[in-house]
């Protein structure tokens, strides 16, 4: 009698009835309604099933008989009796009532009430046992000779062997699919299918009825997710590139050694090829239908789109084995799933067979102190002078944003579309996150180019995936923008893969309909792999760099003032391998942290500065308490993700292979995933992917020494940290403000928030008279107490801010927004909106090889304000429509100066009361004075002199301190 996989998991192979049996209830719901209540059940195959007891008592027992089984099932365990019943009766209700059918093992299992204490020690140790088998499988399959071999142990799984060569003997629905996967798919598509039921994963195969049924229906949800799937030419030539070049993947090489076609793994990418049309019409029969196994409709549509399904499954297979080869592929991914499934709740653990003590603990007695860094708030004249190695080092720098993650907490949709849209796409402070980041490397490179007169296109490599259409729309965005201005070949863009979510409860990946799992990213830090994998290293190497910021796309205040450029500046200064920006943190926050590690080896003492998942901190025996008593502010900093890479250094540990190419990998299952199946009903179940942590590549960068090191030698360390005030170093956008959630915390209201009270700090110091900030309630009540959006350009440096901006007051509930970098402000008053757009506002965009390219300090448009007063009305404050973090405000009046290309604007001791708009040609000159009237506007060409450089003039001279001094030079007219 076969096994249901669920009821399997439960310790009873020999408990579900034949597959006659089920279609007999399929047929006949009241032999259904016989069962759940205790009576016996007769079907013409003779075989009964018959349950004792009172069904609903805790300590009833039940017996399953059948005629021709000698062995009924009288010694099963009292307590999971009622376990195995209620499984049983799901089990026929979904083959009567199809359209209630679980979505997955994983769900069923993990929805089922726990009774028993010891139901939960027994699922524990029944995992464990399905761990070692897959140990030793992936064991085997690494060693394996060639292709044959790994196909060969594959075989002689027994879950394999149930699946592939007992057609109709494991379930009603299992067959059909199998038998179409082994008549229409090319050998390596067929191993990949194996590999996922080796893994126990076979519920992905396992289609119902009802699912059949809205297959055969719904015709453009497939179209459009064929479409979605579609595989670009370069996806195709990168794939040939790594079997020839490369052979990344241990699976692929095997293929290649075994000499099965290219095309063969070619074809994984092109869903409805020559070959899989050939070989479906083999299946159907032609255009006359047919069937197999008696089991698929004869439609032959319908098997057209169950083999795109079954494509699509595979491309993900695919990936994942590609990707994942060196912890063992789809194998590697279960095993490690399985054994961080286990940790996340105990520290070591036995074995109930064998007491077989398996233990995840560190291997060595390991210290996590408070890590020592220059602060960056504290020690100013360090910083400047870090900034100004940042400056200098500026072209042996790149730029990563790691773009990938799905940010479902932001709930972020289109307005116009109703499609889900990616962290990279929030519109923050008019513009998207990826926008704004663009800005901020520009503005570091227009004050390299206006110090050093030389201009440096700063290569970025952006890691995208398919969630959400991630890939698609960045790319779109970047066209759209003319890749900003920096030319296509300085971009990079990288499509990391998509994994299985795996159920907290069985281990079993969730699937939202059959065939199709519910893929998230792997986490940023298969960011280094993957940039090994697909060149992006050596991309950064023929471009001259050496080393790299990173920072995430949701936080979008990492640039600000000295930050960053003292970050690259200390980590290319001191030859540093890896560097964190770090701030404070609060105990208890939902924040990693960064913590020196000490640990002690047979040879001496290993020493470097790492980070620490918050979801790991019990596992590492790290106490998230307060730096001293009464405080708020935990004894370790808080890890910011914005990190500083010595390129060569990391890709050589990644080149190494293993584990260690997937740094700090984590499962966090504490969180509930929410999906939609495929019938549209909502599902919440507490599941988690294995997660990478790009953070965690500083763990294999380590110093060993012989004798224990002193705290003032830590800075000897090849990794390092700095520290600066948290609201300068992060305020990340991750997640969507619950009406009435007064908690700003990682919000884009928090962080639009932060950025003001950055302002405030920065035109306070400018000697600007400002309206005190407000708390944290008063933003979610009433708004900011003003608006002020600054061009990163105007700096980025903060003290360079202030030599162009000076004196004068901003009202409360006034809005300032600068987007010129070649701006003065001297004493003026604001009460109101001024709003100041320009075309040019760091230098031209000019045509070069079919490619649009910025030209840092030509034609910029250049705007002067010195003792005036403008006083509207300003933004309507009591607009409930009004979202302040996207810069979407109603006005009532407001003064707006727009310069088209080169133009200037200046105005001078006069007052502009009221609604104006004041647009300046490109080319020209507007000059705005007093008049017994109120104001004198009069518009003029700008001499031949001033067209590319203006009629005035910031100079830039850098002091040996890091202070950059600023003078203003005016264009002497003949």
């Known amino acids: 009698m076969p096994s249901h996989p669920i009821l399997a998991q439960c310790g009873c192979d020999r408990i579900l009835p034949p597959l006659d049996v089920c279609c007999s209830f399929a047929k006949c719901p009241a032999a259904f309604h016989s069962l759940a209540f205790g009576k016996s059940v007769q079907f013409s195959s003779n075989r009964v099933i018959l349950f004792r007891g009172p069904c609903r008592k805790l300590h009833g027992v039940h017996r399953a008989v059948c005629a021709d089984d000698p062995n009924p099932f009288s010694e099963c365990c009292r307590t999971c009796n009622w376990r195995r019943r209620r499984i049983l009766l799901s089990w026929a209700y979904d083959q009567v009532f199809p359209h209630r059918k679980s979505i997955s093992a994983a769900v069923s299992v993990s929805t089922t009430t726990r009774l028993v204490q010891n139901e939960e020690e027994a699922l524990r140790w029944r995992l464990d046992d399905k761990l070692d088998e897959l140990v030793k499988l992936r064991d085997k399959l690494v060693e394996a000779r060639n292709f044959e071999h790994r196909v060969e142990l594959l075989d002689s799984n027994p879950s394999v062997t149930a699946t592939f060569r007992n057609m109709g003997a494991v379930g009603m629905c299992t067959s059909p699919i199998v038998t179409l996967a082994l008549e229409a798919l090319e050998e390596y598509e067929i191993y990949l299918l194996k590999c996922l039921v080796a893994a126990g994963q076979d519920h992905v195969l396992r289609p119902t009825p009802a699912w059949i049924a809205q297959l055969d229906k719904d015709d453009n949800r497939i179209e459009h997710e064929e479409q979605d799937l579609l595989p670009s030419e370069h996806d195709i030539h990168s794939v040939h590139g790594k079997l020839v070049n490369h052979g990344s993947s241990a699976v692929l090489q095997f293929v290649k050694r075994s000499q099965v076609g290219f095309g063969a793994i070619l074809s994984l990418y092109n869903l409805i090829s020559a070959n899989s049309i050939e070989s479906l019409n083999r299946v159907s029969g032609g255009s006359s239908g047919g069937s197999i196994n008696g089991e698929l409709p004869r439609n032959d549509k319908l098997l057209e789109r169950l083999l795109r399904r079954l494509k699509m499954l595979i491309k993900t297979l695919h990936e994942m084995e590609s990707f994942y080869d060196s912890i063992g592929g789809i194998i590697g991914y279960q095993v490690v799933a399985l054994e961080l499934m286990k940790t996340s709740e105990a520290h070591s653990f036995c074995s109930v067979q064998g007491s077989k003590l398996r233990c995840m603990a560190r291997v060595a007695p390991t210290n996590f102190l408070v890590p020592v860094g220059r ?72 004050l390299h180019y206006k110090i050093f007169g030389e201009q440096h296109v700063t290569p970025v490599a952006i890691m995208t995936s398919a969630a959400k259409k991630n890939n698609e729309r960045v790319m779109n965005l970047c066209k759209s923008q003319e890749w900003f201005g920096r030319g296509k070949a300085n971009f990079c863009l990288f499509e990391q893969p998509l994994i299985p979510v795996v159920a907290a409860e069985t281990g079993c990946w969730v699937i939202s309909e059959p065939l199709t799992p519910v893929l998230k990213p792997g986490g940023h830090g298969v960011i280094w792999k993957l940039a090994h994998d697909r060149g992006i290293f050596k991309w950064f190497y023929m471009k001259g760099r050496k080393s790299a910021i990173v920072r995430q796309i949701s936080n979008p205040i990492a640039a600000t003032d000295v930050t960053l450029l003292a970050l690259s500046g200390i980590g290319l200064r001191h030859e540093k391998k890896f560097g964190f920006a770090s701030c404070e943190r609060n105990v208890g926050t939902a924040e990693g942290v960064n913590v020196l590690m000490e640990r002690r080896t047979e040879d001496g003492w290993e020493y470097g500065v790492t980070c620490v998942e918050y979801t790991e901190f019990s596992k590492h025996g790290i106490a998230d308490v307060p730096v001293s008593p009464g405080s708020m502010q935990s004894q370790y900093p808080a890890n910011t993700n914005v990190l500083y890479v010595n390129l060569p250094s990391v890709e050589n540990i990644i080149s190494t292979r293993g584990p260690v190419s997937l740094p700090g990998m984590i499962l966090n299952l504490k969180k509930p995933l929410m999906f939609t199946d495929y019938l549209g009903a909502m599902h919440s179940v507490l599941a988690g992917r294995v997660e990478c942590t790009m953070q965690n590549a500083a763990d294999l960068l380590l110093n060993k020494y012989t004798a224990r090191l002193s705290s003032i030698e830590h800075e000897r360390l090849d990794t390092f940290v700095i520290f600066n005030q948290r609201r300068k170093v992060t305020s990340s956008a991750k997640r969507q403000r619950k009406l009435g959630d007064v908690s700003l915390h990682q919000t884009p209201e928090g962080s639009f928030l932060d950025m003001t009270r950055n302002f405030y700090e920065l035109l306070s110091s400018c000697m600007v008279n400002m309206p005190e900030m407000d708390s944290n309630e008063c933003y979610v009540e009433s708004g900011p107490p003003f608006i002020a959006l600054l061009h990163p350009g105007l700096g980025p440096l903060w003290h360079i801010v202030r030599q162009k901006i000076s004196g004068g007051i901003i009202a409360k509930g006034s809005e300032l927004q600068i987007d010129v970098t070649e701006f003065v402000w001297r004493n003026v008053e604001l009460q109101g909106s001024l709003l100041i757009y320009a075309e040019n506002a760091m230098g031209t965009l000019k045509s070069n090889d079919g490619e649009t390219i910025l030209h840092y300090g030509e034609g910029c448009s250049r705007c002067r304000l010195e003792r005036v007063l403008i006083r509207n009305r300003g933004v309507d404050w009591a607009c409930n429509e009004n979202i302040y973090w996207q810069h979407k405000v109603r006005r009532f009046e407001s003064l707006k100066i727009v310069l088209h290309g080169n133009a200037e604007f200046e105005a001078y001791d006069t007052r502009l009361e009221g609604s104006h708009t004041f647009e300046v040609p490109k080319g020209h000159r507007m000059c705005v004075t007093k008049s017994n009237t109120g104001f004198l506007c009069v518009l003029e060409p700008l001499p031949l002199k001033a067209l590319a450089k203006g009629t005035w003039n910031w100079n830039y001279v850098v002091q040996d301190s890091g202070f950059v001094h600023l003078t203003l030079s005016e264009l002497q007219e003949n």
């Open 375 to 446: 602060d960056l708030s504290q020690d100013k004249e360090y910083a400047l002078q870090a900034a100004l190695w940042g400056l200098q080092g500026l072209p042996e720098m790149g730029e990563i944003l790691p773009l990938g993650g799905s940010g479902d907490r932001l709930g972020l949709v289109d307005d116009l579309t109703g499609e889900c849209l990616p962290v990279a796409m929030l519109p923050y402070c008019g513009r998207t996150l990826l926008e704004g980041h663009i800005r901020d490397l520009q503005a570091r490179e227009y």
